[in-house]
């Protein structure tokens, strides 16, 4: 599908949900995003500052590796307003190496590294994103999710990006729904995962289709998304890429949802 082009996004302001519906992309610090996305002349150490000025927030991709320092933590807070919201991929151990097994301490580590995010309220989700050679083990799942980082009160919202098709089932559906874990619905080339809602209070979308989403495209995400995040907090991260096609579609996709509430507050605004 064709790409949205547009010129240089101007900051823009959060949509009114807000609260509830957060997009970007998986990363910021892209230097060939000049300077269709980041204006000329704009520092690699203002990216941050200038993309969430325009997006209400990230997919760390940094944690699948390492765990963040809490400089960089403290760094990365203070040049984002108080609206916006990081979200976290899973190391790779407690993923790719371990597999959800054995994995209770990585866990722990984890989360308490993000706990400087948590207290200044812009905690987005955690991302468990499996490897595609990964196959369904309800069993595993079921004894991960009751690992007590994961489970205490005020633990963070938690989702699973399942990349094998045998996760896709009722008994998986229903082991999230328990533990209060969103099944990520991500969209690739290669596989698209239903459309499930499986966790109370959040959900979680990752379009990676290559070559980005025509304007058509991103206003039907725009109808369906704000509809979705009067239910629950709705995080959308579209593909993050050498050129800022995603960056761009997120922005065009915030335009159009704030139009949308907009739109839907004066509906509701007429009836009463």
């Excluded at 580590?109 to 499996?130: M, N, T």
């Excluded at 094998?164 to 995962?193: G, M, V």
Aim: aromatic letters at 12%; a neutral charge; proline letters at 7%.
């Amino acid at each position: 599908m064709p790409r949205v082009s547009e010129s240089t996004p101007v900051p823009v302001a959060a949509p009114a949900s807000s609260a509830h519906l957060y997009a970007g992309t998986s990363g910021w610090a892209y230097l060939t995003w000049k300077p269709d996305f980041y204006p000329t002349g704009t520092p690699a150490k203002r990216f941050l500052e200038f993309y969430s000025s325009q997006l209400t927030s990230v997919e760390v991709n940094y944690t699948f590796r390492t765990l963040p320092t809490a400089k960089m933590l403290e760094g990365w807070l203070a040049a984002t307003p108080a609206h916006f919201r990081f979200s976290f991929k899973a190391p790779q151990r407690i993923t790719h190496f371990r597999r959800l097994r054995d994995c209770d301490e990585d866990v722990v580590q984890f989360v308490s590294a993000l706990e400087p995010v948590r207290q200044a309220g812009k905690l987005g989700i955690l991302l468990f994103q499996l490897p595609p050679n990964f196959k369904a083990d309800p069993e595993r799942l079921t004894s991960f999710l009751a690992v007590a980082a994961l489970q205490a009160a005020g633990a963070p919202p938690i989702a699973f990006e399942f990349r094998h098709e045998s996760w896709f089932s009722d008994e998986i559906y229903a082991i999230l729904r328990e533990h209060n874990a969103a099944l990520c619905i991500a969209e690739s080339d290669d596989l698209t995962t239903p459309e499930v809602q499986t966790a109370s209070g959040h959900t979680c979308f990752r379009l990676r289709r290559n070559g980005g989403y025509s304007a058509p495209e991103l206003d039907a995400f725009a109808t369906r998304f704000a509809v979705l995040a009067r239910q629950r907090d709705v995080y959308v991260y579209f593909k993050h890429e050498d050129e800022p096609t995603g960056a761009l579609n997120a922005t065009a996709f915030l335009k159009r949802a704030s139009s949308q509430v907009s739109t839907q507050s004066r509906a509701e605004a007429g009836r009463l």
